[in-house]
């Protein structure tokens, strides 16, 4: 009552030096920023920018708010994934800084974000074999070492490992490390984003469950074109514009968010 209006949590938005609001703050009106305990999951078919989506929250949460933010990747290497910030926030290239081909002006962008980068409160772990108890036991490492963690990201729930998964189906595994995820963020106080992958068909493997165990469920879609292709109708998917379907809001009501997706940058944003 104090300050109404504020996010009270982790916000998802940034204020830029324009005085124009960056990043995703329809997440922060669904939301109402991040809370400890609460399980947040998106979701997008293979190639749809999932990974896209964690690492611009990531970067909005450590580079811009200054908070803590523990992420963890099961696919890229620590210098794939530092690179991957670089061209979100100097919009160079992903590919000419992954190959070293950056330009003179484009090298004094780069120096300076990279100075600035260093001092934010982020760690990041790279970890094959990512298991809930490895989370855990990461989690209280890093909390000893920095103090306490403001968010964590798990990148992804797929690649996730249950060590006895005898007897059990995939949906059943896939409920399984949901559950999990959300007594972990329940127990250390502390919101955990996660991504999980769609199938061909565009369903969510252990939905029903999953869903139940989230504060938030987010699906990242194209927007789809159709054009005719020797005289054939093909549908497409479009290299730009996308939607995010809050698919459940616990703290705010459903709906669709606009979004553009700069893949040569890795960049996302509300539109």
Same mark, same amino acid.
């Given at each position: 009552?104090?300050?109404?209006?504020?996010?009270?949590?982790? *916000?998802?938005?940034?204020?830029?030096?324009?005085? +124009?609001?960056?990043?995703? #703050?329809?997440? !922060?009106?669904?939301?109402?920023?991040?809370?400890?305990?609460? @399980?947040?999951?998106?979701?997008?078919?293979?190639?749809?920018?999932?990974? +896209?989506?964690?690492? =611009?929250?990531?970067?909005?949460?450590?580079?811009?708010?200054?908070?803590?933010?523990?992420?963890?990747?099961?696919?890229? !290497?620590?210098?794939?994934?530092?690179?991957?910030?670089?061209?979100?926030?100097?919009?160079?290239?992903?590919?000419?800084?992954?190959?070293?081909?950056?330009?003179?002006?484009?090298?004094?962008?780069?120096?300076?974000?990279?100075?600035? @980068? /260093?001092?934010? #409160?982020?760690?990041?772990?790279?970890?094959?074999?990512?298991? #809930?108890?490895?989370?855990?036991?990461?989690?209280?490492?890093?909390?000893?070492?920095?103090?306490?963690? !403001?968010?964590?990201?798990? !990148?992804?729930?797929?690649?996730?490992?249950?060590?006895?998964?005898?007897?059990?189906?995939?949906?059943?595994?896939?409920?399984?490390?949901?559950?999990?995820?959300?007594?972990?963020?329940?127990?250390?106080?502390? #919101?955990?984003? +996660?991504? +999980?992958?769609? =199938?061909?068909?565009?369903?969510?493997?252990?939905?029903?469950?999953?869903?139940?165990?989230?504060?938030?469920?987010?699906?990242?879609?194209?927007?789809?074109?159709?054009?005719?292709?020797?005289?054939?109708?093909?549908?497409?998917? /479009? =290299?730009?514009?996308? @939607?995010?379907?809050?698919?459940?809001?616990?703290?705010?009501? *459903?709906?669709?968010?606009?979004?553009?997706?700069?893949?040569?940058?890795?960049?996302?944003?509300?539109?």
């Amino acid at each position: 009552m104090k300050a109404p209006g504020q996010i009270h949590g982790v *916000p998802l938005s940034y204020t830029g030096t324009n005085g +124009a609001t960056n990043g995703f #703050p329809s997440l !922060d009106e669904a939301l109402y920023g991040l809370k400890p305990g609460d @399980f947040i999951m998106f979701a997008a078919k293979s190639g749809h920018g999932k990974t +896209a989506m964690a690492m =611009n929250l990531t970067r909005i949460m450590a580079h811009h708010n200054k908070k803590r933010v523990y992420y963890l990747n099961t696919e890229m !290497d620590i210098t794939q994934m530092v690179n991957r910030w670089a061209s979100m926030a100097t919009l160079i290239p992903y590919s000419s800084i992954e190959r070293g081909y950056v330009q003179p002006g484009e090298k004094e962008r780069f120096d300076t974000w990279a100075e600035e @980068f /260093s001092k934010a #409160p982020l760690l990041v772990s790279q970890i094959s074999n990512l298991t #809930p108890e490895a989370v855990r036991a990461l989690t209280k490492m890093a909390q000893r070492k920095y103090g306490q963690i !403001d968010c964590i990201v798990v !990148d992804y729930v797929g690649r996730m490992e249950v060590e006895n998964t005898k007897g059990m189906q995939e949906y059943q595994i896939m409920s399984y490390l949901a559950k999990k995820l959300k007594m972990f963020a329940q127990d250390f106080g502390v #919101p955990v984003i +996660a991504l +999980a992958q769609l =199938n061909d068909e565009g369903k969510l493997e252990g939905a029903k469950k999953m869903r139940n165990e989230c504060d938030g469920l987010f699906f990242l879609e194209p927007k789809v074109e159709t054009i005719d292709r020797d005289g054939e109708k093909v549908k497409t998917y /479009s =290299n730009l514009d996308y @939607f995010l379907i809050k698919e459940k809001v616990r703290r705010g009501s *459903p709906g669709t968010v606009r979004l553009e997706f700069e893949k040569k940058y890795q960049f996302i944003r509300e539109v």
